[in-house]
């Protein structure tokens, strides 16, 4: 498999098979960038010259569910089936989730409507 170089905004984006594989840029103060993709396109690695590297997972839908970086932080997330965050936490303690909807009472006011019949045609 031959990877493909491509330089889009001053960085280097490499391919493999068409698919963006690796990226490196370097701007006017010397910091170096360095990223790795799977096959859809998540960021999965990244790594700068000032020594900090992370590392990301990814559910089916390319939701960000895990990550941890090279300081040692780690942080998980949950979503909802149409990708809304609900739930986070951290190793350093920090937690915060939404209820679910269903847990939710809600007041509705009930309206005197005329009725009306559907008729066949």
């Given at each position: 498999m031959?990877?493909?170089?491509k330089?889009?905004?001053?960085t280097e984006v490499y391919f493999k098979n068409g698919v963006k594989k690796y990226e490196h840029s370097k701007n006017s103060d010397g910091l170096?960038?360095?990223?790795?993709?799977?096959s859809?396109?998540?960021?999965?690695?990244f790594k700068n010259s000032n020594g900090l590297e992370e590392?990301?997972?990814?559910?089916s839908k390319g939701n960000?569910?895990?990550?941890?970086?090279s300081d040692g932080l780690e942080e998980w997330r949950e979503y909802d089936s149409i990708g809304n965050k609900i739930h986070f936490k951290n190793s350093d303690g920090e937690e915060w989730g939404k209820k679910d909807i269903s847990d939710v009472e809600v007041?509705?006011?009930?309206v005197d409507i005329e009725p009306f019949?559907?008729?066949n045609k």
């Open positions: 031959k990877l493909i170089k330089i889009i905004d001053r170096e960038e360095w990223r790795e993709y799977d859809k396109g998540n960021n999965i690695y590392w990301r997972e990814y559910d960000n569910i895990y990550s941890k970086d007041e509705v006011e009930v019949t559907f008729k």
